[in-house]
């Protein structure tokens, strides 16, 4: 029922900025939670940030004070901004949504970004 895409991944520099974004098809994103999660080589994949429907968010603290979620509900779509890039940043990065009833969560096809020394 529904289809994440992600986009935005890149290479950038430590330091520097980059926005992640992903779309959701179908009409149940207004009302999901939605979160970014990542996998770097070798490791689990880990909670990154989360945005309820009623907007409240959830870091992890690795990423708390860099990181900014946020949705727009009428685009389907919900954005992490990633500033101040550090090379343990470095994964692939993959868009979560959470239908509420019944719950089920759909994944992206993720999207890789490299933070360079």
């Known amino acids: 029922q529904v289809q994440l895409v992600e986009s935005g991944g890149g290479l950038v520099q430590a330091g520097g900025s980059l926005r992640l974004s992903c779309t959701a098809s179908?009409?149940?994103?207004?009302?999901?939670?939605m979160g970014w999660y990542r996998q770097a080589p070798g490791k689990q994949r880990e909670l990154v940030a989360t945005?309820?429907?009623?907007?409240?968010?959830n870091y992890a603290d690795s990423v708390k004070g860099r990181f900014t979620i946020s949705r727009d509900n009428a685009k389907n779509t919900v954005y992490l901004q990633m500033n101040s890039l550090k090379p343990e940043d470095t994964a692939i990065y993959y868009c979560?949504?959470?239908?509420?009833?019944?719950?089920?969560?759909?994944w992206g096809q993720g999207t890789q970004v490299t933070v360079s020394s």
């Open positions: 979560r949504l959470q239908r509420p009833f019944p719950a089920y969560a759909y």
């Open positions: 179908g009409s149940i994103f207004s009302i999901s939670t």
């Open positions: 945005i309820t429907s009623g907007g409240s968010t």
